[in-house]
């Protein structure tokens, strides 16, 4: 197969991310599931942007499994957050208190309301799931334009940044704050996302922002973590042309009660840098991949590789 980039191209060799640790999930497991005590959210309040559908939602799940006292979710519509925070209430049996908040983030109105309604109401965030995520129909950035790229840079970027910016200033300052990005593989692998130049920039550029941040910020202020979900069929990937059969989806589990894991001072060695919901937490907490975290700043993280 052929690539943007005019090689030619055998996915059966695209090892990358399948083959990074030897156990590959494609559903939940014990290390990062919510039921662990070491896990457990009481006392956290948990914000997830396009938290009322998709991963977002099923993210949403799993921190009322942690048994969160508060989540939030938000998103463009005011009927489908109603919606989806009525549903996720009825599953929180252990007391978690759900509340759904309506916020285009392309919109930085929109973002400026949602914050200072926060911020009138008295709460304060513990834990920012970054979720939200512009991802346009398949066409290069020619046949796309400036004015759709630059939508998907201002959800998947310059969105990023606000909301990063506004959690960190909050007051009081001092506590512990978890920040959660869910990225993608588009930022790294070009072949496989090659139909979608717009996503991977802007993503890229996203997930850089975070890990840029990160380097500057000690993870018991703030610890970042930008994680690739797996391959989720979600509505969004059914809208952007793809079906059921076209690929051997994960589980949407294992990137909810990875979002779980990343928050916690387990995965404090995974500050500022990128890595699969797929890869065993064990395996990178251990041996030659820990090895290699601990002893290369550029491990796993965005570069030019070779120079």
Known sequence: MADKYGDNVDFATQKNGWEFTKAFHKTSYAAISPERPELKKAGKTVLITGGNQGI???????????????????????????SSAAELAKEASSGTKVEGRVCDVSKPSDIKELWEGLEKDGIEIDILVLNAAAFAPPKTLMEAGTEAIWHD????????????????????TDKQKYL???????????????DRPGYSLTKNAGTLALQLIAKDTSPEKMQIINFHPGGVFTNAARLSGLEENSYQWDDASLAADFAVWAATPEARFLHGRFVWAN?????????????????????????????
């Open 56 to 82: 977002g939602f099923e993210i949403a799940r799993s921190y009322i499994k942690a048994l969160a006292s508060k989540v939030i979710i938000s998103g463009r519509r005011a009927d489908a957050v109603a």
């Open 153 to 172: 840079y201002m959800v998947n970027t310059r969105a990023t940044l606000d909301f990063t910016e506004r959690f960190y200033k909050q007051q009081p």
């Open 180 to 194: 959660v990005g869910v990225s993608t593989m588009a930022i790294h692998n070009f072949v496989v996302t090659a």
């Open 279 to 307: 890869w065993d937490v064990d395996e990178l907490k251990t041996g030659s991949i820990r090895e290699k975290i601990d002893n290369d700043p550029a491990f796993l993280r965005i570069g030019v590789n070779g120079v």
